[in-house]
């Protein structure tokens, strides 16, 4: 079953703008990753949050984690076109066999020049 | 370091006959491998994982099968293709915390 539920479905924005996205969950984890996809590509690996942090960054990207609420946001400051792509939420769960990611359905960013 | 590989990118095929998928992995020993589907538009859905060779646990009932005959080779296989078993198909492997993904083989049957 999914774990993961990321909103929106599709953001477009201009470039310089920020891109939020945000990633809720349903049982309780171990870390949260969030990949990229370009279109018709493999899935990138962009940043780890574990569950006993707050606030992560790296770059131009700033992930946070409410466990309190199960959900995770990823923000995209000063966007791209180069950004464009869609964004996955997935989450490590607690006593998880296996090591399984669980892989929201994904937000779709459009980057205007 | 470490890659991936996976093969073919694109496959055509028609419904009933068989499948065979295959993803290595270099530079690691006793990944974690999994493979996934991909549907047009949506999110990743996991169909297998192993944490060894023989080892492989199936997430979904479904017309495809799994092999691991060597610690860094992974098959997704079918007997006899289904229309709906059309998709991306994506190996990955895990040895700590993040995955590291194929390209992916993106199936259609006809």
């Known amino acids: 079953s999914q774990q993961g539920e990321e909103d929106p479905q599709a953001l477009s924005i201009q470039e310089g703008e920020n891109a939020t996205m945000n990633c809720s969950y349903k049982t309780s984890i171990n870390n949260l990753q969030w990949y990229r996809q370009n279109s018709g590509r493999g899935l990138v690996h962009l940043i780890l949050i574990r569950s006993n942090e707050r606030e992560k960054h790296s770059g131009r990207l700033r992930v946070t984690l409410d466990t309190s609420k199960k959900s995770s946001s990823l923000l995209i400051t000063a966007s791209r076109a180069a950004d464009t792509a869609s964004y996955f939420c997935a989450t490590d769960r607690i006593y998880n066999q296996g090591g399984k990611l669980i892989f929201g359905q994904g937000t779709e960013l459009s980057v205007k020049p | 370091s470490q890659t991936i590989h996976q093969w073919p990118a694109t496959l055509v095929q028609p419904v009933g006959s068989p499948l065979s998928l295959e993803c290595t992995v270099e530079g690691t020993s006793n990944p974690n491998l999994y493979w996934y589907r991909q549907a047009a538009g949506r999110g990743l859905q996991l169909l297998f994982y192993?944490?060894?060779?023989?080892?492989i646990s199936s997430e979904v009932p479904q017309n495809l099968s799994a092999s691991r005959p060597q610690d860094r080779q992974f098959i997704l296989s079918s007997k006899k293709l289904l229309l709906s078993d059309s998709g991306f198909y994506l190996c990955?492997?895990?040895?700590?915390?993040?995955?590291?993904f194929g390209q992916g083989t993106r199936l259609t049957v006809v």
């Open positions: 990955a492997w895990k040895v700590y915390t993040e995955a590291f």
């Open positions: 192993s944490v060894g060779i023989g080892q």
